[in-house]
């Protein structure tokens, strides 16, 4: 596949995100590459595309079906896997954050769980280093909550909801009067 100027530029910015993010820099390009094509691609031609070696397009296929953010598909008369990407940014979004959820916050909650029990019986714990544990937990389970209130939203209403964001934010009162 023949990329044109353009099209280089946004995978190499995408690659450059990826890592800003915490993703690696060839995973986030061959997200990119698969997010662009017209069709299916396989290993072999992400590989000659973006020049990256043939088993650094396997490791990172893989994580990037972990994210559940590329899938297999499979030609007539080709017995090579295919590889798509999510086509559609708010479900790509939408997957990005579940994902991110599932692997960092709920661990940390799950933690600050035990450790907001265990601080209870804890002597040698302060009590405002136990508040600031407490603090952190409710954040998160605060955060948690409302993400699965808005998780299976639909994309259109999720779009009405952020165009309206400004407008609330003013509704609500200028930043710094309400503090927690």
Known sequence: ?????????FILHWGEMGTRWGVNR???QIH?????????????????TLGVARS??????????????????????????HFLALQDVWEIFRTILE????????????????CAIEGEQDQQLDGA????MQVALDFLEMFSTTFHDYQHLPPATLQ????MGGK?????GPPGKDKP
Do not use: Y
């Open 56 to 81: 650094n397009v396997s490791n990172s296929l893989k994580e990037l079906q972990s994210w559940r953010l590329v899938r297999v598909s499979h030609v007539l008369g080709d017995r090579r896997d």
């Open 1 to 9: 596949m023949n990329l044109s100027d353009t099209e280089q530029k």
């Open 129 to 132: 280093v136990l508040a600031r």
């Open 168 to 172: 609330v934010a003013r509704f609500i």
């Open 26 to 28: 060839t995973v986030a």
């Open 32 to 48: 990119a590459l698969l997010f662009l094509a017209q069709h299916p691609m396989t290993a072999e031609d992400i590989a000659d």
């Open 160 to 163: 009405r909801m952020l165009k």
């Open 99 to 114: 994902e991110r959820k599932r692997r960092e916050i709920d661990p940390t909650l799950s933690v600050l769980r035990e």
